[in-house]
């Protein structure tokens, strides 16, 4: 049947409407993503002194710039990787002045404030961390000693420590219990954090200690409930995941539905 010339006319209009959406939707997605990674609670906290532009692609996004330590850069990639739509990441970011040598006394100090940054519970900023030949000190000040013995724990559990020296000071009278479950409450609900930013803080976690470090595990977050996916050794190593999980910033809930699959 042939085609009238109306018809060859609505055919034409119609390709030419498709071609022309395609890449505004593609535009469109780019910078939603481009959006997303910027706005987020990851790179307006923790990355916030950084200097990283952004630019996705088709869904393929480029870091570029500088960033001031190398956690701040694979923080920044898990986060770009984590929101919808990214396909693929190129991590151009650059660290500023020198790196500290793998296994040296600065390397190691950087790795246990990362560990402790992301962890609720303790108090990483106030807590002054020093090194030497593997051996860690604590000091500043905890809000009480389960606090204190939680940073000790944490400190640790990460790869290069060989002891941990804790010398924070715990104030004679502590704030009662039921004080204290108040207090954290509002800590925990003051601000909503992004399901992007805690799958990139859950995931960094899990990095950053040597009990979970080579753990297999696949990340999912939905309004704050983390769901565990993977393998892991034992019981214990996943209760550990659990556990670590459960106390980084934004994290809700933990559903782990990790196997276990013990080496025989």
């Not at 010339?5 to 395609?22: D, T």
């Not at 939603?32 to 910027?38: A, D, F, P, V």
């Not at 002891?163 to 800590?187: F, L, R």
């Not at 601000?191 to 753990?215: N, P, Y």
């Given at each position: 049947?042939?085609?009238?010339?109306?018809?060859?006319?609505?055919?034409?209009?119609?390709?030419?409407?498709?071609?022309?959406?395609?890449?505004?939707?593609?535009?469109?997605?780019?910078?939603?993503?481009?959006?997303?990674?910027?706005k987020?609670?990851?790179?307006?906290?923790?990355?916030?002194?950084?200097?990283i532009?952004?630019?996705?692609?088709?869904?393929?996004?480029?870091?570029?710039?500088?960033?001031?330590?190398?956690?701040?850069?694979?923080?920044?990639?898990?986060?770009?990787?984590?929101?919808?739509?990214?396909?693929?990441?190129?991590?151009?970011?650059?660290?500023?002045?020198?790196?500290?040598?793998?296994?040296?006394?600065?390397?190691?100090?950087?790795?246990?404030?990362?560990?402790?940054?992301?962890?609720?519970?303790?108090?990483?900023?106030?807590?002054?961390?020093?090194?030497?030949?593997?051996?860690?000190?604590?000091?500043?000040k905890?809000?009480?000693?389960?606090?204190?013995?939680?940073?000790?724990?944490?400190?640790?559990?990460?790869?290069?420590?060989?002891?941990?020296?804790?010398?924070?000071?715990?104030?004679?009278?502590?704030?009662?219990?039921?004080?204290?479950?108040?207090?954290?409450?509002?800590?925990?609900?003051?601000?909503?954090?992004?399901d992007?930013?805690?799958?990139?803080?859950?995931?960094?976690?899990l990095?950053?200690?040597?009990?979970?470090?080579?753990?297999?595990?696949?990340?999912?977050?939905?309004?704050?409930?983390?769901?565990?996916?993977?393998?892991?050794?034992?019981?214990?190593?996943?209760?550990?995941?659990?556990?670590?999980?459960?106390?980084?910033?934004?994290?809700?809930?933990?559903v782990n539905?990790?196997?276990?699959?013990?080496?025989?």
């Amino acid at each position: 049947m042939k085609k009238t010339p109306s018809q060859v006319a609505l055919a034409v209009a119609l390709v030419s409407l498709f071609s022309i959406s395609v890449p505004l939707f593609a535009a469109d997605t780019d910078d939603r993503i481009e959006s997303s990674i910027q706005k987020s609670y990851v790179f307006k906290t923790y990355l916030k002194g950084d200097d990283i532009n952004v630019k996705s692609k088709d869904g393929v996004v480029t870091l570029t710039g500088t960033v001031s330590e190398e956690s701040h850069k694979s923080l920044a990639g898990e986060t770009s990787a984590s929101v919808p739509g990214t396909k693929s990441l190129n991590n151009n970011l650059k660290i500023k002045g020198e790196t500290p040598v793998a296994n040296s006394d600065a390397w190691l100090i950087t790795k246990v404030k990362t560990t402790l940054l992301f962890h609720r519970n303790v108090k990483a900023t106030a807590t002054e961390v020093l090194a030497k030949d593997g051996a860690v000190t604590l000091r500043g000040k905890a809000d009480n000693a389960a606090q204190k013995e939680l940073t000790t724990e944490y400190a640790s559990d990460v790869e290069g420590v060989k002891t941990v020296k804790n010398e924070m000071t715990v104030p004679t009278t502590e704030m009662k219990p039921e004080s204290k479950a108040v207090a954290g409450k509002v800590d925990a609900t003051s601000e909503v954090i992004d399901d992007v930013s805690v799958t990139s803080l859950v995931k960094m976690t899990l990095l950053s200690h040597r009990s979970t470090s080579a753990i297999k595990t696949t990340v999912e977050t939905k309004d704050g409930v983390v769901s565990l996916g993977g393998t892991a050794k034992n019981a214990a190593e996943k209760s550990l995941a659990t556990k670590l999980v459960a106390d980084v910033e934004g994290v809700q809930k933990v559903v782990n539905n990790m196997t276990v699959v013990e080496n025989k």
